[in-house]
């Protein structure tokens, strides 16, 4: 019988969906995979489900109790702190488990590999991670959404997202925009309606960039790096739909959406 497999990948929305593929590797393999992420993506878990895999949630300093996951907390401070031990740069195996310490991987390349080093440390292709998340939606709830935004069905509008993790960067979109903001009462996923029916999408190199990817949307679409300097090595290559790269907001021409 295999060793469970514990993964370190506790945060990022978009890391956590870009990794699907290599949960399920490992599931399929014959691991019982565990995956401890933050309780504020406890929404994600009907996404995530998946045959012989858990996520328990990491509330504060306190965690949803697993086997053991003291041993496990224990190296992800290694993995963390240690940032050139070689012995992090593999899947490590303990007298328990297999630890996958994939949230700092990239730390043995720079941040320029922060995404594909994930499945190189496991010596697995990623070339068709969008093929293995299966978004589970709300159609009533997006619906709501697109309504409650002032939207109808043959409305025109680029969609533009200004946010991520590190904070805000201001776009000037001309013509008609809907910007992601939060509203009460929805969630991320109740915005891919709208997503789906933008002329064009504007946003910031983010998670909604890895979601346009598992819904292959179709519309032109533009990304705006979150790095100073700029750069989109790391995202870049994992992305298979024909994204225009815009340096900074500066950087972005477009005409009014007619």
């Avoid at 630890?99 to 292709?125: A, I, N």
């Avoid at 509203?183 to 979601?211: C, K, N, P, Q, Y």
Wanted: overall charge neutral; aromatic content about 12%.
């Amino acid at each position: 019988m295999k060793k469970p497999c514990y993964v370190y990948q506790p945060v990022g929305i978009g890391d956590i969906l870009f990794i699907q593929k290599l949960v399920r590797h490992y599931a399929d393999s014959g691991h019982r995979v565990v995956c401890p992420i933050l309780d504020r993506f406890e929404w994600l878990l009907p996404t995530l489900a998946y045959p012989g895999v858990s996520y328990p949630l990491i509330r504060g300093r306190s965690v949803q109790a697993f086997d053991h996951c003291q041993e496990f907390f224990a190296l992800a401070k290694r993995a963390d702190e240690d940032l050139g031990n070689p012995a992090f740069w593999h899947p490590v195996e303990t007298p328990h488990f297999l630890f996958l310490p994939l949230g700092p991987s990239h730390r043995r390349y720079g941040d320029h590999r922060v995404m594909p080093c994930k499945y190189e440390l496991c010596g697995l292709d990623y070339s068709d991670w969008a093929d293995y998340v299966a978004l589970a939606r709300n159609p009533g709830q997006e619906r709501r959404l697109f309504e409650a935004l002032g939207l109808r069905d043959g409305i025109r509008y680029t969609l533009v997202n200004e946010h991520c993790s590190a904070g805000r960067l201001p776009m000037a979109v001309p013509g008609r925009c809907v910007r992601m903001e939060y509203v009460e009462g929805f969630g991320l996923l109740d915005w891919l309606l709208v997503a789906e029916r933008a002329a064009r999408i504007v946003t910031i190199d983010t998670s909604l960039v890895l979601l346009a990817e598992i819904l292959k949307l179709g519309q032109p679409l533009y990304m705006i790096s979150r790095y100073r300097p700029p750069h989109f090595d790391g995202t870049k290559e994992i992305l298979r739909l024909p994204w225009n790269y815009v340096p900074t907001p500066a950087d972005l021409v477009l005409d009014p959406i007619e």
